[in-house]
């Protein structure tokens, strides 16, 4: 899930640039604040809040835990579910499912973490064990460690046991008949069964588990009372827990923040909260957020998913287009696995009978009409009318065909691609040799692309990984299966081999023709400049990073397009690029703001129902939204258009700043860590130099191998890696940064879970600004508007003195009284800085940003803007307005007619 090793950025005291560590980041000795369940009690915590409720319980032998029950209850209703008494079981392998068994046959080279500094570290199992139970159940304000074994390889046996001893019900179970993730190549297949194991008081940050994927959690082992806290939401809350946390400064797919209890009593959702004992399954919906605190004793967990067919629909839909927004990596390949789906499921069709007389259709039937449904949508949005001049991969010698994604956002590549075979780290294979096959180089998916994210040198040309054809074939394939079944079915497209460009719709987000199109204008106006005008403050921007409309008779860049008028970048190069389109191009892009909202609500309505969105709309949500990432490869990319802050790694505020920056590399510059009570200006800041003579060392750049999931996201061998010793020196080239003309930011991107309480420090924070987390400072831009409140997360807090290390309660003790809590005076004592950055922009738009003009001078006669966009014209009457500024710039022609040529 996390990786200890990534590098951490620091803000230079320069300039507004981020420059990365030559070396590792020395282990902090302030960690992070603590999670104490001392005194916790299930009844208490329930009874605390109105929003807090109960999970289900039902005994495995009872009729409501038939899976025929529980299933549409979990999947389709989405609330959280436990199956107790699998310790009664009569097949219940108590002879396996104990720590002496896992001392002689469990996997004797652990990775472990410690959960106050992140830092992974191997060990024996019969150590590990050994150290657990040295552990004191409840964290202490004088420890340094504290040790929590994750994503666990299963042991063998107790894979068998799980698969084959028919205790556990076939349809909950890994590659069981309900799950689609079987259905993957075995070169593409996935593990997601783990082991975690670990004392009380040791966590998971509140998260979603992967592509809205099913979850299952069996406790195997405990032992001194040993138990773990789930707190839970129902599927339909997803949307909502978003904006939460982007209240709270924190993004929830990021999987960087532990919630504390108050925080959820104040959330405006449902939280189910239940205590996992010795033989729980708990069952956990799709896109349900959820947190697990153990408590007691050594407790030991197996934990899998499954990938329903409703699953994956609801990652095409849902899910999918977020993880492309924040840049959390796929992982369970959700296009290809519907893919292989539909040649599985359209073999079956082909063996049932023709037109059968049952009035039920079989269940291969309808799921194949489902899948091609949802296999539409995936071509949709891959395929381009310049498609057949395309190379593609399968005509290359690469080794790497199946295991293609993003090196920006993550996302796994099904068909098409833009790639770079410049912009490459050293270690890349085929670049020492020099040649260097399709799909071998720097890869960026087609949605990056078209949102303005781009390599370094931003020449990139359009590749697909098969022909498309191929892809029609298979499509039309399984529709001719259905029709063979079932006369009366029609399909919305109709053979597509004949028709390609039916793809080519309105219902259809075609990304890939609008990413082609973009490339086309890069590669016409290489040099071409355009003036884009807004808010009386034009600024030059490549032509192709502009659209022209006519009948304006003026330009706008995407960033504005997003921000002022709602129009994503993939609407504009498509509408606009269109013979017949200019006065639909001018409509739209002038009515869009004002039909935000309502696209706003259909939106998160559709999020919470799980249905299908509109494409287009979605696009325009989630780029106002989702404005901060994790870029996987930042070293070698630019951010694009729509990203405004970058998370990077944080480093701990403490009052002993000289020990934490003990272990510093020599080429060190700067002061230390920024700390509002003794600065409030932007020279307290860190910056590290990278060597001259320093070595690049990066993994392979895009390629995952054999990643794991389990109910929580996995390592990935795509992130760069530093060595362990200060003594290797490597250094992670910082591609990011330009020609000190531009104001690119130079970050790098940060470990999975790498903090829990974060705040971001601007260049310039008064010392004497009281804490109140009611009221955070919202700075908005004009890419999002009010609705993405995100920005509260680069709030500075004034940090109190830390003599040492705090213990946070996730509940209010009752020495507290009715003044602060103790969660709040935790975050009052100890906080992260530098844990996401605004990426700075030209000055044009800072200035059109934070200039102080009048209401009347920042209107312009180019139609209604949104209200809730910090720095844009709003005016209620348009044509009033207009005529207004019209005869003011009549009298003034008037005035300078009267003076004569003389005075003129």
């Not at 319980?57 to 009872?62: F, I, K, L, N």
């Not at 303005?452 to 892809?471: A, E, H, K, N, Y």
């Not at 309105?506 to 890939?512: G, L, T, W």
């Not at 006519?550 to 397009?561: A, E, F, G, Q």
Request: proline residues 7%.
């Amino acid at each position: 899930m996390d990786n200890a090793d990534s590098p951490i950025s620091r803000v230079s005291s320069q300039g507004p640039d981020l420059v990365a560590s030559d070396q590792p980041m020395p282990q902090p000795v302030f960690p992070r604040p603590l999670i104490s369940t001392l005194g916790w009690d299930i009844k208490s915590i329930l009874a605390s809040s109105p929003n807090f409720r109960s999970v289900q319980r039902v005994h495995y032998t009872s009729p409501n835990a038939r899976v025929e029950i529980i299933i549409p209850e979990v999947e389709r209703d989405g609330n959280p579910l436990i199956i107790t008494g699998w310790n009664r079981h009569p097949r219940w392998p108590k002879a396996l499912f104990n720590t002496e068994w896992l001392k002689k046959h469990g996997d004797q080279n652990l990775t472990v973490r410690n959960i106050y500094n992140w830092a992974d570290s191997k060990i024996s199992m019969d150590d590990f064990i050994k150290k657990l139970r040295e552990t004191s159940a409840y964290a202490s304000a004088d420890e340094d460690e504290r040790l929590y074994g994750k994503d666990i390889e299963c042991p063998p046996a107790w894979t068998n046991w799980l698969a084959h001893s028919g205790a556990i019900p076939n349809d909950l179970l890994f590659h069981g008949s309900n799950d689609f993730l079987k259905f993957l190549p075995d070169e593409a297949k996935v593990q997601t069964l783990m082991c975690y194991m670990g004392i009380g008081d040791t966590f998971t940050p509140f998260h979603k588990d992967l592509c809205a994927s099913s979850g299952q959690n069996l406790m195997c082992f405990s032992e001194h009372s040993g138990s773990a806290i789930w707190f839970m939401t129902k599927s339909s809350a997803a949307p909502s827990v978003a904006t939460y946390f982007h209240q709270l400064g924190q993004e929830v797919d990021l999987e960087t923040h532990v919630v504390t209890i108050e925080e959820l009593a104040k959330a405006p959702f449902d939280v189910y909260i239940a205590e996992q004992q010795l033989g729980d399954l708990v069952l956990v919906p799709p896109r349900s957020c959820h947190q697990v605190v153990n408590k007691g004793g050594i407790t030991i967990k197996t934990s899998w998913s499954r990938m329903s067919l409703n699953g994956l629909q609801t990652a095409l839909w849902h899910e999918l287009p977020i993880y492309h927004r924040v840049c959390r990596q796929e992982i369970y390949k959700v296009k290809s696995n519907i893919f292989h789906a539909l040649q599985h499921f359209t073999r079956l069709t082909e063996d049932l009978p023709p037109h059968p007389e049952t009035e039920s259709s079989p269940t291969s039937l309808e799921n194949l009409k489902q899948l091609v449904s949802l296999f539409d949508d995936i071509l949709a949005a891959e395929v381009s009318i310049s498609r057949d001049s395309m190379p593609h991969v399968s005509q290359s010698n690469t080794c790497h065909t199946d295991n293609l994604h993003c090196d920006f956002c993550g996302a796994d590549i099904f068909q098409s691609f833009f790639e770079c075979d410049s912009c490459l780290p050293a270690s890349s294979s085929g670049a020492s040799a020099g040649v260097l096959p399709l799909g071998d180089g720097l890869v960026l998916c087609p949605l990056c692309y078209v949102e303005g994210r781009t390599c370094q040198c931003g020449i990139m040309q359009p590749v697909q990984c098969r022909p498309f054809s191929d892809l029609l074939g298979t499509r039309d394939r399984a529709v001719r299966a259905i029709q063979r079944v079932d006369n009366d079915h029609i399909d919305a497209h109709g053979y597509l081999s004949e028709h390609p460009l039916r793809l080519l719709s309105e219902r259809h987000a075609n990304i890939f023709e609008a990413a082609c199109k973009l490339f086309q204008k890069r590669q016409h106006d290489i040099k071409a400049m355009r003036s884009c005008r807004v808010l009386r403050l034009p600024h030059q921007v490549p032509a192709s990073a502009a659209i022209y409309c006519k009948l304006c008779h003026s330009s706008k860049c995407y960033t504005h397009l997003l921000g002022l008028d709602s129009v994503h970048s993939v609407d504009a190069i498509i509408l606009s690029g269109r013979y017949d389109g200019e006065a639909n191009w001018h409509q739209s892009h002038r009515s869009g703001s004002q039909q935000y909202q309502e696209i706003r609500q259909r939106i998160i309505q559709d999020e919470e129902s799980g249905s299908r969105p509109n494409a287009s709309h979605r696009l325009i949500y989630l780029a106002k939204t989702f404005t901060t990432c994790r870029a996987i490869a930042l070293e070698v990319t630019k951010h694009g258009w729509y990203d405004r802050f970058a998370q990077t790694t944080a480093i701990p505020i403490a009052k002993s700043t000289t020990k934490a920056l003990v272990g510093l590399p020599e080429c060190f510059e700067g002061d230390e860590p920024y700390d509002t009570h003794t600065s409030n200006s932007s020279s307290s800041k860190l910056a590290v130099r990278a060597p001259e003579d320093c070595d690049h060392q990066t993994t392979d750049s895009h390629r995952t191998s054999t990643p794991s999931g389990g109910m929580n996201e996995v390592r990935s061998s795509r992130q760069s890696s530093l060595p362990a010793t200060p003594d290797s020196r490597s250094r992670i080239v910082d591609a990011t940064s330009p020609s000190p003309k531009s104001g690119t930011l130079r970050v790098l991107g940060s470990p999975t879970g790498a903090t829990n309480e974060t705040h971001n420090i601007p260049n310039s924070v008064p010392s004497s600004t009281p804490y109140d987390p009611g009221n955070l400072s919202d700075l908005t831009d004009l890419t999002t508007d009010i609705d993405s409140p995100i920005r509260s997360s680069i709030t500075a807090i004034p940090v109190p003195e830390t003599p040492q290390r705090p213990s946070m309660q996730l509940s209010r003790s009752p020495q507290s009284g009715s003044g602060t809590s103790p969660d709040t005076q935790a975050q009052l004592k100890s906080r992260l800085v530098f844990d996401c950055v605004e990426i700075p922009q030209p000055e044009w738009y800072s200035g059109g940003r934070e200039k102080k003009t009048s209401r009347e001078k920042r209107k312009r006669i180019t139609g209604p803007f949104p209200s809730d966009t910090v720095g844009s014209p709003d005016f209620d009457n348009p044509s009033s307005a207009a005529r207004e500024m019209s005869n003011r710039s009549l009298s003034k022609r008037k005035r300078k007619m009267s003076q004569g040529p003389a005075s003129r």
